[in-house]
Nanobody, 122 residues
Framework: QEFLLESGGGLVQAGGSLRLSCAAS????????MGWFREVPGKAREFVAN????????VYADSVKGRFTISRDNGKKEAYLQMNNLKPEDTATYYC???????????????WGQGTQVTVSS
């Protein structure tokens, strides 16, 4: 069992930055692919980025490529999403997720956090 807890969301102006954190409490964090997703009411949950267990091979959605950076610290059992040059369309609830498989499909992730709200004002 892996419990995930996101933090770092908030209100920021367009062009600003936020850093989201995802803290895990299970024993096998270092074995999991960590993903970030986002969701707005009325729309499907959207893939943002994921990173493999060794911190390599990060994959990004086209909409965030060049602006967001995913990383992880296996010693601290934490994953991060650095978000720069934020845009109003980035406004969403952001979720971290964990699974053994590197995929952009949300339903294939086994573990999820409760989400953290990011609001970008224009």
């Amino acid at each position: 069992q892996e419990f995930l807890l996101e933090s770092g969301g908030g209100l920021v102006q367009a062009g600003g930055s936020l850093r989201l954190s995802c803290a895990a409490s299970g024993r096998f964090f270092g074995e999991y692919v960590m993903g970030w997703f986002r969701e707005v009411p009325g729309k499907a949950r959207e893939f943002v980025a994921n990173i493999k267990w060794n911190g390599e091979d990060a994959v990004y959605a086209d909409s965030v490529k060049g602006r967001f950076t995913i990383s992880r610290d296996n010693g601290k059992k934490e994953a991060y999403l650095q978000m720069n040059n934020l845009k109003p369309e980035d406004t969403a609830t952001y979720y971290c997720a964990a699974d053994h498989t590197a995929t952009w499909v949300p339903n294939l992730y086994s573990y999820w956090g409760q989400g953290t709200q990011v609001t970008v004002s224009s």
